[in-house]
């Protein structure tokens, strides 16, 4: 169950642990009203796995249509570009696999090499790629 205040949406929330949610080593959190003590999020009645994903999720859900919309405005061309360019996308996602094999996190400096190697060009930059792009 969602419920939502004024004071909410304007961001005075904090998160802290659910008692009726949480069982033994499993805790879930709960986002918080900050000033009336009410709770204004508990993902559906399930709670939160963790304090950062319950950050996350109010900010989303609190976040301005407005900004909402610039923000799937920009990943948009870039979604177009990949739909585009499946192979590349593919040798990029292989490049992941076996960095996490390896135990590190590909790199821009990673990309940008597999973009020379392949001769392809980016319609924006590589940081907004990596930033987009569902990794």
């Known amino acids: 169950m969602r419920v939502m205040s004024e004071v909410a949406a304007a961001g005075a929330v904090k998160v802290g642990l659910s008692a009726s949610l949480s069982s033994g ?15 204004v999020d508990d993902a559906c009645g399930f709670g939160y796995k963790s304090a950062q994903n319950a950050h996350r999720a109010h900010a989303y859900t609190s976040m301005p249509p407005r900004k909402k919309q610039r923000r799937g405005a920009a990943q948009r061309p870039l979604r177009r570009w990949c739909a585009a360019h499946p192979e590349f996308m593919g040798d990029i996602e292989q490049a992941m696999f076996y960095a996490v094999k390896d135990g590190r996190n590909v790199t821009e400096a990673d990309v940008r090499a597999l973009l020379a190697e392949r001769g392809v060009e980016l319609v924006f930059s590589v940081e907004d790629l990596m930033r987009h792009w569902n990794w």
């Not at 879930?28 to 009410?38: H, K, L, N, S």
């Open 25 to 39: 080593f499993d805790k879930r959190c709960v986002v918080i009203d900050e000033a009336t003590g009410v709770m």
